[in-house]
């Protein structure tokens, strides 16, 4: 790891703590919270942590404002980083000692798709949270398409076969149906083909001599950091996207665009970012590594807590500058319990951001698998791979014994109750139907869920310049 040359690197411990209580005492957020009965023997103290300007980065704001990051004897910096590539090199080159990460960036790195290097997470950060908004032009187009409910609002969910006959339109006047989303390994990505292909429409290919994701492609998807995403749209460059939020709601706040279907509605209680840091750091720093976990946790914790009683400070805090910074009412549309569809249609989803109940925070294996089975399903995965390839992967990436370790911690010093963690659980969930087609995901069988997707490579198929072939 490079040196740390920072300010705080230089002080005593005694006087950064004193410091750190002073700036604390100052903060609108700070809470009087206990700190930890015992202090582990940290490796390193001085962290600096890399984020994307979205609400799910909560975890790392909350671990910052209410203390938890200094109750483990860790002083963090958390920094905004421009988009997500730029944030992986920087937790790769040892710039950010860790990240809040796309899901399927840790794997993708770990298997060698794009940048290589071994990232894991011991963390997963929250479920949902994203959406797929559609511009004006295009929401008038497909209305006609979608059932109404007896009040006369659009019946949800949505199935991209509403948008069937605008593609074809499109294509008829000579233009491209172009979309955006922020990552080729990102949750969006593969929630945005997900929708397409659930309703009859290819998203495109990807091969070894052809990244752009395009190859026989009906809606063609970019790449767009997630804050530009509604000027992107409004900017007709795009005619809809998929993004985390605040910025779906934006596109409601600034009436450019009409959220179309939540990924809760796709697939309920989607798994999505993680916390990543490089497998060198958490074998270095072991220790460092479970006081990073336990202070997630808590934080995660105090997010979910008394039915989201905590949410409108939260809101406060994510709005300010430093982390996501759009304005307090277009962040609380989606995180108190609602989202806003078209304006004035406002929609209770209390399971819109769930960032600890229903055991959000455990890595499970499974989670990792799906994201593998949408890797090798559009082709960045290009060769068939054994069900055991998936798990070894998965094992290699995603770390509960760091977790269970860092919770145990936590139940002891008498911060969570023992009842919130799956001490028993193998790493995989039960199987699932909900989703949007109704197709079950089994984690244990991912060669048997590829198979059963209409749409995608399965089975030993893969694709040769504009063609799927068989070996």
Request: glycine residues 8%; charged residues 20%; proline residues 7%.
């Amino acid at each position: 790891m490079p040196p740390f040359s920072s300010l705080a690197h230089t002080l005593t411990s005694s006087v950064r703590s004193t410091l750190v209580a002073s700036l604390l005492g100052a903060s609108v957020f700070a809470a009087a919270t206990p700190a930890s009965a015992d202090y582990l023997d940290l490796e390193i103290e001085d962290l600096t942590f890399g984020f994307i300007k979205l609400t799910d980065m909560a975890p790392l704001a909350v671990a910052y404002e209410l203390g938890y990051f200094e109750d483990e004897g860790l002083f963090v910096t958390l920094e905004a980083q421009a988009n997500w590539k730029v944030l992986l090199d920087g937790v790769i080159d040892g710039r950010l000692q860790g990240a809040h990460m796309l899901a399927g960036q840790p794997l993708a790195a770990t298997v060698g798709y794009g940048t290589e290097a071994h990232i894991i997470t011991p963390f997963s950060m929250d479920l949902n949270g994203n959406g797929i908004t559609v511009s004006n032009e295009v929401w008038e187009l497909m209305r006609p398409n979608i059932p109404s409910m007896a009040d006369g609002r659009p019946q949800h969910p949505i199935s991209a076969e509403a948008l069937l006959p605008v593609i074809e339109q499109f294509r008829d006047e000579g233009r491209t149906f172009d979309m955006g989303m922020v990552f080729p390994v990102s949750t969006h990505n593969y929630e945005l083909r997900y929708w397409l292909a659930a309703g009859g429409v290819h998203p495109g290919y990807y091969a070894p001599e052809d990244v752009s994701g395009m190859i026989q492609a009906d809606a063609f998807l970019s790449v767009t950091p997630p804050p530009q995403m509604p000027a992107t749209l409004d900017a007709g460059t795009i005619y809809g996207y998929a993004v985390g939020e605040p910025w779906n709601q934006q596109a409601v706040a600034m009436g450019i665009g009409v959220p179309v279907i939540t990924d809760y509605q796709l697939w309920k209680n989607n798994p999505e970012k993680v916390f990543g840091i490089t497998a060198e750091f958490a074998e270095e720093y072991p220790n460092t590594t479970l006081a990073i976990t336990k202070a997630l946790i808590r934080a995660a914790q105090w997010l979910d807590e008394n039915d989201n009683a905590n949410r409108e400070e939260a809101v406060q805090m994510l709005s300010m500058p430093q982390y996501v910074g759009a304005d307090e009412e277009v962040i609380a549309a989606s995180m108190t319990g609602t989202f806003e569809f078209e304006r004035g249609d406002v929609r209770e989803i209390p399971d819109f951001n769930v960032f600890f109940r229903y055991y959000a925070t455990y890595p499970y294996y499974s989670d990792a698998v799906w994201y593998l089975t949408q890797m090798r399903r559009w082709g960045q995965i290009a060769e068939q791979q054994p069900d055991s390839w998936y798990d070894e992967v998965a094992r290699s990436v995603y770390r509960p014994d760091i977790y269970l370790e860092a919770a145990r911690m936590l139940v002891e010093e008498g911060h969570v109750d023992e009842a919130d963690f799956p001490w028993d659980t193998d790493g995989y969930r039960e199987p699932t139907d909900e989703f949007i087609d109704g197709i079950t995901y089994d984690g244990r069988q991912p060669n048997a869920y590829l198979e059963a997707l209409p749409i995608g490579l399965s089975g030993d198929e893969r694709v040769v310049g504009t063609e799927v072939i068989t070996n």
